[in-house]
């Protein structure tokens, strides 16, 4: 005859303890809107924002177009910077209305034909173009000389085409785009802004959250309980992961329906991905909640020590490799820096297993260095 064993009573202790967290985290969640807030309003706002509200493509750019002498090959010449989408010409009779718009930032470049121009074009000669452009903004500069090259390119072609003739040019330029064909920022900035969401998601929700706890003196009673600093970390990172995971669903299906930006790799390899560096970001939060026990000293903290590095430094926006030296060694003791490669990466070129496995590797190791951060600095107040 078997008898069935009683389980270890200490096991079992402890499970019940673990579910009495885990009930007691659920019912402050639902009772708490802030929490539901941060992981569900938060993401709507951020992606509306730089969904709709920023964008690096530049698009109807305002630009003077100056013809001092009209003509047939004059009218031409301006009409290829009509058919550009990228360009938003404005007819100016004079150079001097068109420096005076540029001043008052009206237009941000000028292309000047002055009164020879048709002369030395049909003679053979050359015709030179006068092309002025605002440079406050470098990149924005760049942008539009491009822009202005490609329209003159554009009627020289068609200018070679309508003389029966070829337009020799010593070397042709064929462009192909990979990853991101379109050229669309949105499908760049979409899948990082998911990085810096997330980064907010984790650490503002457990940081603020178990500061709260120290503020209302609950954080005392639960350490007269026989609750083990273990049951502790798990009774905080488990609802909260949960509430992370919920978030993380929004902001890719926004990403994928309303914002029109592909996912060419596989949605779980993501979500594994994305649930490695929402275990980091939590651990981030659990250890700045062991440091400050007001929520508003707790959130500021937060937000500089995580908030700021993932925008700035984690290749978001801003290029890691145009940095100085120094600042690029900075941006490897960014979580956000690694995350952020494996979204692009799965979002717009697929499973490039070589990018997501380094990376994935190197947020493990941030999981356990902020986890047993956390659970060190637990263990010490609890005991």
């Given at each position: 005859?078997?008898?069935?064993?009683?389980?270890?009573?200490?096991?079992?202790?402890?499970?019940?303890?673990?579910?009495?967290?885990?009930?007691?985290?659920?019912?402050?969640?639902?009772?708490?809107?802030?929490?539901?807030?941060?992981?569900?309003?938060?993401?709507?706002?951020?992606?509306?924002?730089?969904?709709?509200?920023?964008?690096?493509?530049?698009?109807?750019?305002?630009?003077?177009?100056?013809?001092?002498?009209?003509?047939?090959?004059?009218?031409?010449?301006?009409?290829?910077?009509?058919?550009s989408e990228y360009l938003s010409p404005q007819r100016f009779g004079t150079i001097q209305e068109a420096e005076q718009a540029l001043i008052h930032h009206?237009?941000?470049?000028?292309?000047?034909?002055?009164?020879?121009?048709?002369?030395?074009?049909?003679?053979?000669?050359?015709?030179?173009?006068?092309?002025?452009?605002?440079?406050?903004?470098?990149?924005?500069?760049?942008?539009?000389?491009?822009?202005?090259?490609?329209?003159?390119?554009?009627?020289?072609?068609?200018?070679?085409?309508?003389?029966?003739?070829?337009?020799?040019?010593?070397?042709?330029?064929?462009?192909?785009?990979?990853?991101?064909?379109?050229?669309?920022?949105?499908?760049?900035?979409?899948?990082?802004?998911?990085?810096?969401?997330?980064?907010?998601?984790?650490?503002?929700?457990?940081?603020?959250?178990?500061?709260?706890?120290?503020?209302?003196?609950?954080?005392?009673?639960?350490?007269?309980?026989?609750?083990?600093?273990?049951?502790?970390?798990?009774?905080?990172?488990?609802?909260?992961?949960?509430?992370?995971?919920?978030?993380?669903?929004?902001?890719?299906?926004?990403?994928?329906?309303?914002?029109?930006?592909?996912?060419?790799?596989?949605?779980?390899?993501?979500?594994?991905?994305?649930?490695?560096?929402?275990?980091?970001?939590?651990?981030?939060?659990?250890?700045?909640?062991?440091?400050?026990?007001?929520?508003?000293?707790?959130?500021?903290?937060?937000?500089?020590?995580?908030?700021?590095?993932?925008?700035m430094l984690s290749g978001f926006i801003f290029d890691i490799n145009s940095m100085p030296a120094a600042v690029q060694l900075v941006t490897r003791l960014?979580?956000?820096?690694?995350?952020?490669?494996?979204?692009?990466?799965?979002?717009?070129?697929?499973?490039?297993?070589?990018?997501?496995?380094?990376?994935?590797?190197?947020?493990?190791?941030?999981?356990?260095?902020?986890?047993?951060?956390?659970?060190?600095?637990?263990?010490?107040?609890?005991?």
């Amino acid at each position: 005859m078997r008898f069935l064993q009683n389980p270890d009573p200490e096991r079992r202790a402890g499970r019940m303890r673990m579910r009495g967290m885990l009930r007691k985290e659920a019912l402050q969640i639902i009772r708490d809107p802030s929490s539901i807030a941060i992981a569900f309003v938060l993401p709507i706002v951020l992606l509306f924002l730089f969904g709709y509200g920023i964008s690096l493509d530049a698009k109807h750019v305002p630009l003077a177009v100056v013809v001092e002498s009209p003509s047939a090959e004059t009218a031409g010449f301006a009409a290829s910077f009509e058919q550009s989408e990228y360009l938003s010409p404005q007819r100016f009779g004079t150079i001097q209305e068109a420096e005076q718009a540029l001043i008052h930032h009206t237009v941000n470049g000028i292309v000047w034909l002055r009164n020879d121009f048709e002369e030395k074009l049909l003679s053979g000669e050359s015709a030179p173009i006068g092309v002025i452009i605002n440079g406050v903004d470098a990149n924005t500069a760049r942008i539009i000389e491009g822009y202005v090259n490609g329209a003159w390119t554009s009627w020289l072609q068609q200018r070679a085409a309508a003389h029966a003739g070829t337009l020799n040019i010593p070397v042709r330029l064929q462009p192909r785009v990979w990853f991101n064909a379109e050229m669309r920022s949105r499908n760049f900035l979409i899948p990082g802004l998911i990085a810096v969401i997330m980064t907010l998601i984790g650490a503002l929700l457990t940081a603020m959250v178990v500061a709260r706890e120290w503020e209302r003196g609950t954080m005392e009673a639960l350490m007269v309980t026989p609750v083990t600093a273990k049951e502790l970390l798990l009774g905080k990172l488990l609802p909260y992961f949960i509430l992370g995971m919920g978030g993380l669903l929004l902001s890719i299906g926004m990403a994928m329906w309303l914002f029109d930006v592909p996912l060419r790799g596989s949605l779980l390899l993501l979500l594994l991905t994305s649930a490695l560096f929402l275990v980091a970001a939590l651990g981030m939060g659990l250890t700045i909640s062991t440091a400050a026990r007001d929520q508003f000293v707790a959130g500021q903290i937060a937000i500089v020590a995580t908030f700021l590095p993932a925008f700035m430094l984690s290749g978001f926006i801003f290029d890691i490799n145009s940095m100085p030296a120094a600042v690029q060694l900075v941006t490897r003791l960014i979580a956000a820096r690694y995350y952020v490669a494996i979204l692009q990466t799965v979002f717009l070129a697929g499973n490039v297993w070589k990018v997501i496995l380094l990376n994935s590797v190197v947020l493990v190791l941030f999981c356990v260095f902020f986890l047993g951060l956390a659970r060190r600095r637990m263990v010490k107040r609890l005991d």
